[in-house]
């Protein structure tokens, strides 16, 4: 089973939810988790880095201090808005995830199940952003 990227923290809600992780997550990344039955594809929409020992209210010397002698210490907190099961129709669940609820990079076949592959009646648009292994299609005969 592969690493977790993250995991959900605070109050999470149906369709959106805070996370933190150490590194591996970029804004605009997808990833999978799996709750109450469920597996679903969520949206990272948006990410920050934070310390608990180099913080806003400290001056300068402070900080110079602070890493020389303890590094800088940071881990990412961001938010993801839950998209939906993909085996499911996107369907979203009307429970939301329990805090502590692994986050994982979403699935090479899971993102080609939602943005198409190759065949009749579809043109290749391009890839994803954040991963140039998935390509993306549009059905023309659905337009």
Known sequence: MPKPA???V???GTTEAEFVAERGVQLGD???LEYEGYRVLAFVKSLRRVS???TADM???NVVDVVRFAGGGSFLRGSISILGDVERNMFI???PPEPGTPLFRAER?????VFGKGGSGKVHIGSL???????VYLDIDSM
């Open 129 to 135: 952003l954040t991963r140039g292994d998935v390509d």
């Open 52 to 54: 608990r020992t180099v």
């Open 93 to 95: 669940p009307r429970v």
């Open 30 to 32: 997808y990833v999978e």
């Open 10 to 12: 605070g109050e999470p």
């Open 6 to 8: 993250g995991f959900i």
């Open 59 to 61: 001056d300068f010397k």
């Open 109 to 113: 076949k899971t993102l080609e199940a």
